[in-house]
């Protein structure tokens, strides 16, 4: 089974710029979550879909948004980027609804960096 | 709210020598606790999780850890470290109905000749 799949893998973009991201689950996984991970703030939990409904939201601006799509795959979307947004942006998989005691399943991540 | 703490941002070791990273957790209701690994440019890999039905957990790479509640720990161990070990490590708490990791700040082992 192919696992999880985040595209582009390197992203250069300039400050004020927006930007997408994609992710593709595992095949019959349903839950997708998106982490930023940087140097100084570790790993943080960005936002939750499950059934194309965002279920959990971390701390983070509205210029971070998401959806998914019927067939699970999701997309994250940073508006008006900051040089702060540089990170490895991490695209997690899970099963099932049960939620925290699912295991989640990353992708390579996508490298963002903002000059 | 959950939270993780992990002793040691930096861990050597020898080859052939044990291997111990520290994780200690805070939870409101009971946990469930993972460790996963992370190897330069890359995502996270699952190294085991505990969800309550056994207190002593093996891993992928000869990994296991031990839920202890009465110490809010979690450490990992391998009794013999390999150089292919060297990554970073991360031990993460989730609980809830959302499928939502709460991490730990990491570990990077490094193993040496």
């Known amino acids: 089974k192919a696992g999880v799949t985040q595209t582009p893998r390197y992203l250069i973009k300039t400050r004020g710029q927006q930007v997408t991201l994609s992710c593709s689950p595992i095949s019959g996984h349903r839950s997708v979550s998106w982490y930023q991970q940087t140097p100084g703030q570790g790993l943080q939990f960005l936002f939750e879909y499950f059934s194309e409904t965002q279920r959990n939201k971390g701390n983070f601006p509205g210029r971070f948004s998401g959806r998914q799509f019927s067939n699970s795959r999701s997309e994250m979307n940073v508006s008006t980027l900051e040089l702060g947004d540089s990170a490895l942006y991490l695209c997690a998989s899970s099963p099932s609804p049960s939620g925290g005691t699912d295991t989640q399943y990353f992708g390579p991540g996508t490298r963002l960096t903002v000059l | 709210a959950q939270s993780v703490t992990q002793l040691g941002s930096h861990v050597s070791v020898s080859e052939g020598a044990l291997v111990l990273l520290r994780c200690n957790y805070s939870?409101?209701?009971?946990?469930?606790l993972f460790w996963y690994v992370q190897y330069p440019n890359q995502g996270l890999q699952l190294l085991l999780k505990y969800t309550s039905a056994a207190t002593l957990v093996k891993g992928i790479n000869g990994f296991e850890a031990e839920f202890k509640k009465s110490e809010t720990s979690f450490h990992l161990t391998k009794p013999s470290a390999h150089m292919s070990d060297a990554a970073e490590y991360f031990c993460a708490v989730g609980t809830g109905t959302a499928s939502k990791l709460t991490f730990g700040t990491g570990t990077r082992l490094q193993v040496t000749l």
């Open positions: 939870s409101s209701v009971p946990p469930y």
